[in-house]
Protein backbone atom coordinates (compact mmCIF):
# COMPACT_ATOMS: atom_id res chain seq x y z
CA UNK A 1 0.00 0.00 0.00
CA UNK A 2 1.46 3.43 -0.87
CA UNK A 3 2.46 5.64 1.38
CA UNK A 4 4.20 9.30 1.41
CA UNK A 5 6.23 10.75 3.75
CA UNK A 6 7.70 14.59 3.70
CA UNK A 7 10.48 15.35 4.91
CA UNK A 8 11.61 19.29 5.96
CA UNK A 9 14.53 20.98 8.19
CA UNK A 10 11.53 22.59 10.41
CA UNK A 11 12.64 25.80 10.38
CA UNK A 12 13.77 28.09 7.75
CA UNK A 13 15.42 32.06 7.73
CA UNK A 14 13.36 34.75 6.16
CA UNK A 15 15.02 35.30 2.55
CA UNK A 16 15.95 31.58 2.37
CA UNK A 17 14.78 28.66 0.41
CA UNK A 18 12.43 26.27 1.71
CA UNK A 19 13.48 22.36 0.55
CA UNK A 20 10.89 19.42 1.02
CA UNK A 21 10.94 16.06 -0.07
CA UNK A 22 8.06 13.58 -0.56
CA UNK A 23 9.26 10.22 -0.37
CA UNK A 24 6.49 7.30 -1.98
CA UNK A 25 6.72 4.01 -0.54
CA UNK A 26 5.19 0.91 -1.34
CA UNK A 27 4.31 1.74 -5.12
CA UNK A 28 5.68 3.24 -8.06
CA UNK A 29 6.13 6.74 -8.61
CA UNK A 30 5.04 6.57 -12.51
CA UNK A 31 1.74 7.44 -13.64
CA UNK A 32 0.68 9.75 -11.23
CA UNK A 33 0.87 13.58 -10.58
CA UNK A 34 2.16 14.80 -7.20
CA UNK A 35 0.99 17.56 -5.51
CA UNK A 36 1.92 20.33 -2.98
CA UNK A 37 -0.44 21.58 -0.96
CA UNK A 38 0.00 24.21 2.46
CA UNK A 39 -1.57 24.87 5.47
CA UNK A 40 -1.07 27.81 7.23
CA UNK A 41 -1.57 27.04 11.17
CA UNK A 42 -5.84 27.66 12.12
CA UNK A 43 -6.55 28.58 8.00
CA UNK A 44 -7.61 26.72 4.47
CA UNK A 45 -6.00 24.63 2.30
CA UNK A 46 -3.95 26.48 -0.39
CA UNK A 47 -2.66 24.24 -3.69
CA UNK A 48 0.80 25.04 -4.53
CA UNK A 49 0.83 22.98 -7.66
CA UNK A 50 2.09 19.14 -8.98
CA UNK A 51 4.94 17.30 -11.12
CA UNK A 52 4.11 14.80 -13.52
CA UNK A 53 6.70 11.57 -13.10
CA UNK A 54 8.20 12.43 -16.47
CA UNK A 55 8.94 16.21 -14.81
CA UNK A 56 6.42 17.97 -16.64
CA UNK A 57 4.96 20.73 -14.02
CA UNK A 58 2.15 23.02 -13.35
CA UNK A 59 2.65 25.87 -10.71
CA UNK A 60 -0.03 28.12 -8.60
CA UNK A 61 -0.15 31.25 -10.41
CA UNK A 62 0.26 33.08 -7.12
CA UNK A 63 3.86 31.00 -6.56
CA UNK A 64 4.97 30.72 -10.18
CA UNK A 65 7.89 33.49 -9.82
CA UNK A 66 9.54 31.46 -6.38
CA UNK A 67 8.45 27.88 -6.50
CA UNK A 68 10.03 24.76 -8.02
CA UNK A 69 9.54 21.19 -8.29
CA UNK A 70 11.38 18.38 -9.20
CA UNK A 71 11.35 14.65 -9.67
CA UNK A 72 13.71 11.51 -8.54
CA UNK A 73 11.86 8.26 -10.38
CA UNK A 74 15.16 6.48 -9.16
CA UNK A 75 15.11 6.96 -5.50
CA UNK A 76 10.88 7.43 -5.77
CA UNK A 77 10.76 10.77 -4.62
CA UNK A 78 10.06 13.99 -5.47
CA UNK A 79 10.77 17.88 -4.20
CA UNK A 80 9.55 21.35 -3.87
CA UNK A 81 11.46 24.45 -3.34
CA UNK A 82 10.02 27.98 -2.41
CA UNK A 83 12.75 30.93 -2.39
CA UNK A 84 12.50 34.08 -0.69
CA UNK A 85 10.41 33.17 1.83
CA UNK A 86 8.73 35.14 4.73
CA UNK A 87 6.60 34.47 7.69
CA UNK A 88 3.55 34.59 4.95
CA UNK A 89 4.75 30.65 4.38
CA UNK A 90 4.78 29.13 7.50
CA UNK A 91 2.26 26.51 7.13
CA UNK A 92 1.73 22.59 7.11
CA UNK A 93 3.00 21.51 4.26
CA UNK A 94 1.35 18.59 2.27
CA UNK A 95 2.02 16.15 -0.60
CA UNK A 96 -0.23 14.48 -2.25
CA UNK A 97 -1.53 12.05 -5.00
CA UNK A 98 -3.08 12.93 -8.23
CA UNK A 99 -3.90 11.31 -11.77
CA UNK A 100 -4.90 12.81 -14.88
CA UNK A 101 -7.42 15.55 -15.43
CA UNK A 102 -10.27 16.42 -12.33
CA UNK A 103 -9.36 13.49 -10.72
CA UNK A 104 -9.01 14.38 -6.57
CA UNK A 105 -6.02 13.98 -4.27
CA UNK A 106 -6.44 10.26 -2.98
CA UNK A 107 -3.76 9.82 -0.96
CA UNK A 108 -1.60 12.20 1.13
CA UNK A 109 1.30 12.45 3.60
CA UNK A 110 0.83 13.03 6.95
CA UNK A 111 2.07 16.93 6.33
CA UNK A 112 5.53 18.56 8.14
CA UNK A 113 5.50 22.16 9.55
CA UNK A 114 8.01 24.78 7.94
CA UNK A 115 8.06 27.57 10.31
CA UNK A 116 9.84 30.49 8.88
CA UNK A 117 11.63 32.47 11.42
CA UNK A 118 15.00 34.41 12.46
CA UNK B 1 -10.20 33.18 -11.05
CA UNK B 2 -12.87 30.86 -9.60
CA UNK B 3 -13.84 31.29 -6.34
CA UNK B 4 -15.05 28.38 -3.92
CA UNK B 5 -17.23 29.99 -1.16
CA UNK B 6 -18.11 28.09 2.17
CA UNK B 7 -19.81 28.65 5.15
CA UNK B 8 -17.49 28.82 7.71
CA UNK B 9 -19.35 26.78 10.55
CA UNK B 10 -22.13 24.65 10.56
CA UNK B 11 -23.55 22.85 13.90
CA UNK B 12 -26.02 20.05 14.19
CA UNK B 13 -26.94 17.86 16.48
CA UNK B 14 -26.21 13.80 16.66
CA UNK B 15 -28.51 12.14 14.59
CA UNK B 16 -29.35 14.69 12.63
CA UNK B 17 -28.24 15.62 9.07
CA UNK B 18 -25.82 18.01 8.11
CA UNK B 19 -25.20 19.76 4.80
CA UNK B 20 -22.54 21.79 4.03
CA UNK B 21 -22.42 24.13 0.90
CA UNK B 22 -19.81 25.07 -1.41
CA UNK B 23 -20.73 28.15 -3.74
CA UNK B 24 -18.97 28.47 -6.98
CA UNK B 25 -20.33 30.15 -10.19
CA UNK B 26 -21.89 27.34 -12.34
CA UNK B 27 -19.93 25.01 -10.38
CA UNK B 28 -22.44 21.85 -11.74
CA UNK B 29 -20.50 22.47 -14.92
CA UNK B 30 -17.47 21.11 -12.44
CA UNK B 31 -16.18 18.52 -10.90
CA UNK B 32 -16.66 18.71 -7.10
CA UNK B 33 -14.40 16.48 -4.44
CA UNK B 34 -14.96 16.79 -0.67
CA UNK B 35 -12.29 16.00 2.02
CA UNK B 36 -13.09 15.65 5.40
CA UNK B 37 -9.88 17.08 8.23
CA UNK B 38 -9.80 16.05 11.85
CA UNK B 39 -7.26 18.11 14.58
CA UNK B 40 -3.78 17.35 13.14
CA UNK B 41 -4.49 15.02 10.31
CA UNK B 42 -4.00 15.31 6.94
CA UNK B 43 -7.21 15.85 4.90
CA UNK B 44 -8.99 12.50 3.57
CA UNK B 45 -10.88 12.52 0.54
CA UNK B 46 -14.54 11.66 1.30
CA UNK B 47 -16.47 12.54 -1.65
CA UNK B 48 -15.07 12.34 -5.31
CA UNK B 49 -16.79 13.84 -8.66
CA UNK B 50 -19.89 14.71 -6.97
CA UNK B 51 -21.21 12.00 -5.68
CA UNK B 52 -18.84 9.24 -5.65
CA UNK B 53 -17.70 7.59 -1.87
CA UNK B 54 -14.24 6.32 -1.95
CA UNK B 55 -14.06 2.82 -0.08
CA UNK B 56 -14.41 2.81 3.31
CA UNK B 57 -16.25 6.24 3.77
CA UNK B 58 -19.58 5.23 5.47
CA UNK B 59 -22.55 5.65 2.91
CA UNK B 60 -23.99 8.29 5.37
CA UNK B 61 -21.99 10.54 3.65
CA UNK B 62 -23.56 11.88 -0.22
CA UNK B 63 -23.00 14.99 -2.35
CA UNK B 64 -24.98 16.63 -5.14
CA UNK B 65 -23.69 19.49 -7.21
CA UNK B 66 -26.11 21.45 -9.23
CA UNK B 67 -26.18 25.27 -10.29
CA UNK B 68 -24.12 27.14 -8.22
CA UNK B 69 -24.00 25.00 -5.50
CA UNK B 70 -22.58 21.64 -4.31
CA UNK B 71 -23.36 19.97 -1.44
CA UNK B 72 -22.02 17.40 1.18
CA UNK B 73 -24.43 16.16 3.48
CA UNK B 74 -23.92 13.74 6.51
CA UNK B 75 -27.08 11.78 7.34
CA UNK B 76 -27.06 10.58 10.65
CA UNK B 77 -24.51 12.56 12.18
CA UNK B 78 -22.06 11.04 15.13
CA UNK B 79 -19.58 12.90 16.91
CA UNK B 80 -16.58 11.53 14.98
CA UNK B 81 -17.54 13.46 12.04
CA UNK B 82 -17.07 16.47 13.81
CA UNK B 83 -13.78 17.98 11.47
CA UNK B 84 -13.14 20.61 8.57
CA UNK B 85 -14.70 19.80 5.48
CA UNK B 86 -13.03 21.08 2.19
CA UNK B 87 -14.68 21.13 -1.18
CA UNK B 88 -11.96 21.30 -4.29
CA UNK B 89 -12.29 21.80 -7.92
CA UNK B 90 -10.07 21.60 -10.85
CA UNK B 91 -11.21 24.74 -12.91
CA UNK B 92 -9.60 26.28 -16.07
CA UNK B 93 -9.13 29.54 -14.55
CA UNK B 94 -7.45 28.60 -11.31
CA UNK B 95 -6.09 24.86 -12.01
CA UNK B 96 -6.93 23.34 -8.22
CA UNK B 97 -8.86 25.38 -5.90
CA UNK B 98 -10.13 24.62 -2.37
CA UNK B 99 -13.16 26.71 -0.48
CA UNK B 100 -12.08 28.25 2.69
CA UNK B 101 -13.21 25.06 4.91
CA UNK B 102 -16.42 24.67 7.15
CA UNK B 103 -15.93 23.07 10.78
CA UNK B 104 -18.85 21.05 11.46
CA UNK B 105 -19.66 20.88 15.57
CA UNK B 106 -21.84 17.89 16.92
CA UNK B 107 -23.57 19.46 19.39
Known amino acids: QMQLQESSPGLVKPSETLSLTCNVS????????WNWIRQPPGKGLEWLGY???????NYSPSLKSRITMAVDTSKNLFSLSLTSVTTSDTAFYYC????????????WGQGTLVTVSS | SYVLTQPPSVSVAPGRTARISCGGN??????VHWYQQKPGQAPLLVIY???DRPSGVPERFSGSNSGNTATLTISRVEAGDEADYYC??????????FGGGTKLTVL
Open chain 1, 26 to 33: GGSISGFY
Open chain 2, 88 to 97: QVWHSSTDWV
Open chain 1, 51 to 57: IYYSGST
Open chain 2, 49 to 51: YDT
Open chain 2, 26 to 31: NIGDES
Open chain 1, 96 to 107: ARGRAGTYPFDL
